[in-house]
């Protein structure tokens, strides 16, 4: 390995770390010497990359400094794009929201006008915070399809009509001088979870978004796994052996039974049929039935939310089991919107899990709501983003990070 | 890294690849420099690990020589422990199988018995082959269960009564001087396929066992992936969606329903319903059905036979369909002696996943039989046991390999 992208190195295990590290944690990690490590650190010091965090605890002489990142070094944009809302951030460089804002958006009007749409908000959050556009670092985009990561391009996505092979990274080049990077929606949430919402040190999650559809995204060995063609964790199209058409084109699709929008559609039927009377009156002074009236029958103690809400857990654990069987993770993070529904929705999952799944493969598993809730994707946009900065930065110059950032 | 490791490292890049490799491919491969690539195979070559294969094709001046292992570096015992039967071989260093024996076993005897019966086979054969035990370097053992595989130990072997944390690793370490590695048996078949079994480069494969019962071995990236509690893979308690009781406990579990244990027995029922005059003479004759008959039955066009045999690879399909969607492989190498049926098997399994998983997922996808067959368990067993005499080497001892190996 060259001595530059050995920096690059210790860089990214200083920002991966949970707190902030000594030099001897840093030569305990890399197997460098603690002289070599200096080198590094006075480097990625010079460079502004790093600050010193605080002092540690001594194990007899001087207390050691630590290093974490400097969150200063720059900005980012990251924006998570769904079929029906967006939200833009800017995150500093340790990945905190300073500014975001969420609007809805129909998915199906195309590339270029959702896009354009998308960039006056980026405007509008960065005036709002006077950052100016030089100091924007990258851009990092997660989008409701599969994407082909190296490219940046949309695969194919069957819920984006006019966005296959879209060049997004293009569009943004015309606004900003610096890198975008584009991935799948739930990938980047489950970068986001486990990056910054663990506390414990974790190697194979699986993060399951259930909003309006159902995704997981497969963090194997510390590492966000994208599978050949860019699809893996599309569980949503899995079979779950009832007899219910899904948009897909096949029967008994996870998706279509136990989706946020199946959610809705059977609370609607249920109220038709007068089974709850408080889904009644929502459906009669809104005119329809969104997954948040489920969420306030529950608050309500409507007893047919509560059911509608515990099938669908069911039903998610079920294929959840299959998942745990087959890859036997460490933690299973539930987040998506549908997830806020907390508690009722988490017990349902689990029972489903723990009846399905091999003892020994839910030994030592954890089920948990995400611990970032609804800032995972905007979390993980950024740190997917500053990822690839760093990464990028080894391959194609020779000095640190991108050549645009020698000003730092 | 040091230097030793990194030996360790060209010698692990020269064993993995399909072809035997020049210098030039080596430092393409490690990022070093040919000349201290030079170094690195010098050291092989005297140490007799690896040999100079043949010449290759030149770009100008001198061709260059091209080097692969050496062969004749040493022995490995390989053991494929089932529930009923084991098969036992001698490979050398390029994992060829030089002799082996099978014979039937039942596990349930308990370790002791059952190890005491293997290492007689050991004896016999190492005998047969005139091979001296002082040239064996490794044991490999591969076993229906799981195994946490730093410490060799069964972990609640489910149909391994008795061998629950048994210490296999001790009672080899009493007849032989050398390592011993146990690893579930599906993983070992998966590697094997994956080392010795491919004409192409893959990196994500799942190699589906379906024998007695149904699991899977999964390679991603490149290695062996376990999982968090070494149970990975074990897909044979999925459930299916159909009202039939398993030994598990649960209802629905795909091997109940699709393994070689249910097909003989719906076999049987078929032949005592009168629905096939081939299976009731069999039945007849040897007063018991089993997965050979079906076999026989679908070779003589017995309609009883086929439709059992589609039904089985429709529903292992249907669960393949989920992994595929989950982890979008590139390739599923369907093996175990189920398996050795054919093309019926397989055109079920096909059209099931074809049908249920998505298209992105397929594109890219190959659904093959094993290449290797029946020797996929020894010859995984004999790689997975020279991979870890070569990583242990780097860990535990100054020089290349085992201390004991010192003499070669």
């Known amino acids: 390995m060259k001595l530059l992208s050995m920096t690059a190195h210790v860089l990214q295990i200083i920002r991966r770390a949970k707190q902030p590290l000594s030099k001897t944690d840093i030569a305990a990690a890399t ?116 994407v082909e990561f190296a490219s940046g391009l949309p695969v194919s996505p069957p819920i984006m009509p006019g966005w296959d092979r879209y060049p997004i990274r293009d569009f943004w080049s015309r606004h900003f001088d610096c890198p975008c990077y584009v991935d799948n929606d739930v990938n980047i949430m489950a970068v986001g979870e486990y990056a910054k919402g663990l506390q414990f040190e974790v190697d194979n999650l699986i993060y399951i978004k259930i909003g309006t559809g159902i995704g997981a995204g497969i963090i194997y060995n510390g590492k966000l796994y994208r599978g050949v063609s860019g699809s893996a964790g599309d569980i949503g199209h899995i079979d779950v052996g009832k007899d219910v058409v899904c948009w897909c084109g096949n029967r008994g699709c996870l998706e279509a039974l136990a989706g946020g929008k199946a959610i809705a559609a059977k609370a609607k039927d249920m109220a038709l049929a007068g089974k709850s009377e408080f889904l009644l009156e929502r459906l009669k002074s809104n005119g329809e039935i969104t997954i948040k009236d489920v969420r306030m029958g529950i608050h309500s103690f409507d007893s047919a939310s509560v059911e509608l809400i515990r099938e669908s857990g069911a039903l998610i654990g079920q294929v959840i089991s299959s998942l745990v069987n087959f890859a036997n993770p460490s933690l299973i993070s539930i987040g998506g919107g549908v997830a806020e529904i907390g508690d009722i929705l988490l017990a349902a999952i689990r029972q489903g899990v723990y ?48 050549l645009r950032m020698k000003s730092w």
């Open 355 to 402: 009846q399905r799944s091999l003892p020994l493969s839910t030994r030592n598993l954890l089920i948990n709501k995400s611990n970032l809730g609804k800032a995972a994707g905007l979390v993980g946009g950024a740190f997917m983003t500053i990822d690839q900065l760093i990464i990028n930065s080894i391959e194609k110059s020779d000095t640190l990070l991108d």
């Open 31 to 146: 197997g460098l010497s603690v002289s070599a490590v200096s080198e590094h650190v006075e480097r990625l010091m010079n460079e502004k990359l790093i600050q010193i965090s605080n002092i540690g605890n001594s194990s007899g002489g001087r207390k050691p400094k630590l290093y974490s990142i400097n969150q200063h070094a720059g900005y980012i944009i990251s924006i998570e794009l769904g079929t029906s809302a967006v939200r833009v951030g800017i995150t500093d460089f340790d990945c905190n929201i300073l500014v975001s804002h969420g609007a809805p958006v129909d998915i199906g009007e195309g590339p270029e006008k959702v896009l354009s749409y998308i960039h006056s908000i980026v405007s509008e959050i960065l005036d709002k915070a006077q950052i100016g556009k030089s100091e924007i670092k990258g851009i990092g985009i997660g989008i409701p399809g599969p």
